[in-house]
């Protein structure tokens, strides 16, 4: 399947891309994580630490173990900074 | 209850009279406004990335949870985005209610949540190369007292 995947902040900066679209077979968001892990030593990097990554499933705070069924929008950022 | 995602600064001011404008009901009006704050004077810039779509909804998921815990006449969240000089207004919620207990706590909760649940992420350019600003623990420690 085809995704939308999203990153924000210094996991954009580490991808070196804002948006992209991604072909998979993955079942959930950690098994996505780990095959872009595998593919490149730049999803390597950004995602050596998931402690310090977050989840978005369609623009809604999720987690980890998310199944991708169904999902149009993946996003992937550090925890947020506001105010 | 408004929530506005913008890049221009706004009117602190003007905000609060609008949202009280015509109306009687209010008894309390509390407002909250950050800064960028340059503590080493070193800082060029501050800028701020967010989620376009997500940005707004989880604002509005924040000012309905306010509005189903405290008696509240009106809620406002007003957030910037892109690059911001110290001093400048980066964003300001306002809680109006007939009390001004549930005004205080309502501005304080829309706060809490606003700093560690919607999507906005701060850049420090200052005179030595850029950084991304870490979020606190203490940050995600105050929304358990909610």
């Given at each position: 399947m085809k995704l939308d995947v999203v990153y924000f902040?210094?996991?954009?900066?580490?991808?070196?891309?804002?948006?992209?679209?991604?072909?998979?077979?993955?079942?959930?968001?950690?098994?996505?994580?780990?095959?872009?892990?595998?593919?490149?030593?730049?999803?390597?990097?950004?995602?050596?630490?998931?402690?310090?990554?977050?989840?978005?499933?369609?623009?809604?705070?999720?987690?980890?173990?998310?199944?991708?069924?169904?999902?149009?929008?993946?996003?992937?950022f550090p925890p947020m900074t506001g105010g | 209850m408004a929530v506005r995602v913008q890049s221009e600064d706004f009117d602190l001011g003007a905000e609060l009279e609008a949202l009280r404008a015509g109306r009687t009901d209010i008894g309390a009006l509390v407002s909250f406004s950050g800064l960028v704050r340059d503590d080493t004077g070193d800082l060029k810039v501050l800028e701020l990335e967010h989620y376009p779509g997500m940005t707004e909804s989880a604002l509005t998921e924040i000012e309905v949870?306010?509005?189903?815990?405290?008696?509240?006449?009106?809620?406002?969240?007003?957030?910037?985005?892109g690059p911001l000089k110290p001093g400048e207004q980066i964003m300001m919620v306002a809680a109006a209610s007939p009390h001004r207990k549930a005004a205080f706590e309502a501005a304080d909760f829309l706060m809490d949540f606003l700093k560690s649940r919607a999507p906005f992420w701060k850049k420090e350019t200052g005179v030595d190369g850029a950084e991304w600003v870490d979020a606190k623990d203490t940050d995600e420690d105050a929304l358990k007292r909610w």
């Amino acid at each position: 399947m085809k995704l939308d995947v999203v990153y924000f902040a210094w996991v954009r900066e580490r991808i070196g891309v804002p948006r992209e679209t991604v072909e998979t077979d993955a079942l959930s968001v950690g098994d996505l994580v780990a095959e872009l892990r595998a593919r490149e030593d730049r999803y390597d990097l950004a995602f050596s630490d998931l402690s310090v990554v977050r989840v978005a499933v369609d623009q809604t705070l999720s987690d980890f173990d998310a199944p991708l069924k169904g999902v149009r929008e993946l996003a992937f950022f550090p925890p947020m900074t506001g105010g | 209850m408004a929530v506005r995602v913008q890049s221009e600064d706004f009117d602190l001011g003007a905000e609060l009279e609008a949202l009280r404008a015509g109306r009687t009901d209010i008894g309390a009006l509390v407002s909250f406004s950050g800064l960028v704050r340059d503590d080493t004077g070193d800082l060029k810039v501050l800028e701020l990335e967010h989620y376009p779509g997500m940005t707004e909804s989880a604002l509005t998921e924040i000012e309905v949870e306010a509005h189903k815990r405290w008696e509240l006449n009106a809620t406002l969240i007003v957030h910037r985005f892109g690059p911001l000089k110290p001093g400048e207004q980066i964003m300001m919620v306002a809680a109006a209610s007939p009390h001004r207990k549930a005004a205080f706590e309502a501005a304080d909760f829309l706060m809490d949540f606003l700093k560690s649940r919607a999507p906005f992420w701060k850049k420090e350019t200052g005179v030595d190369g850029a950084e991304w600003v870490d979020a606190k623990d203490t940050d995600e420690d105050a929304l358990k007292r909610w």
